[in-house]
């Protein structure tokens, strides 16, 4: 072997370990923030603008805006207000169903309110697409979707 051929399948030895080391720390981290996530008491939102409908058909489906509050493991833990909000909690999904009204857990607020999303106020762009948000105990915003 040449010189030059020495240097290529050192420096092949040397980058190959570093991306497959890269890559599986992107997937264990995904799988890491999906356990996380599942592991808290989800609030689905079900506004007009998460239900994706299908014109001509009647037929529509929730788009998935789902959100979960961290440390909330308990549904007790989560308070929900508002005089047209509908609330039901399905244990195996762990999640909450929900329309108008305000969904807290002492922390953060999520406000659902003429189809609009305000998590702690700030107001969230929402189309027809999946959303799947972490409130944290600092109030910051994690999308839980590794794009």
């Not at 072997?1 to 020495?6: A, D, I, L």
């Not at 040397?14 to 991306?19: D, G, H, K, S």
């Not at 999520?110 to 189809?115: A, F, K, P, R, T």
């Not at 915003?141 to 794009?147: G, R, S, T």
């Given at each position: 072997?040449?010189?030059?051929?020495?240097d290529?399948v050192?420096?092949l030895a040397?980058?190959?370990?570093?991306?497959?080391?890269l890559?599986?720390t992107?997937?264990v981290?995904?799988?890491?923030h999906g356990?996380r996530?599942?592991?808290?008491?989800?609030?689905?939102l079900?506004v007009?603008a998460?239900?994706?409908?299908y014109?001509?058909?009647?037929k529509s489906?929730?788009?998935?805006?789902?959100?979960?509050f961290?440390g909330q493991?308990n549904?007790?833990?989560?308070?929900f207000?508002g005089s047209?909000?509908?609330s039901?909690?399905?244990?195996?999904?762990?999640t909450?169903?929900?329309g108008?009204?305000?969904?807290?857990?002492?922390?953060?607020t999520?406000?659902?309110?003429?189809?609009k999303?305000?998590?702690?106020k700030?107001?969230?762009?929402?189309?027809?697409?999946p959303m799947?948000?972490l409130?944290t105990?600092s109030g910051e915003?994690?999308?839980?979707?590794?794009?």
């Open positions: 072997m040449t010189r030059k051929s020495k290529v050192a420096l040397v980058l190959c370990p570093l991306f497959v080391i890559i599986k992107h997937f981290a995904a799988a890491f356990y996530f599942n592991s808290y008491v989800h609030v689905r079900d007009p998460c239900i994706n409908r014109p001509g058909t009647g489906e929730c788009c998935q805006c789902v959100l979960a961290e493991k549904p007790s833990g989560l308070s207000t047209s909000l509908k039901r909690y399905d244990s195996e999904q762990r909450y169903i929900s108008d009204g305000i969904v807290t857990d002492g922390k953060n999520v406000e659902l309110h003429d189809g999303i305000f998590l702690n700030q107001e969230i762009p929402v189309r027809s697409t799947k948000v409130l105990k915003l994690e999308n839980q979707f590794f794009d």
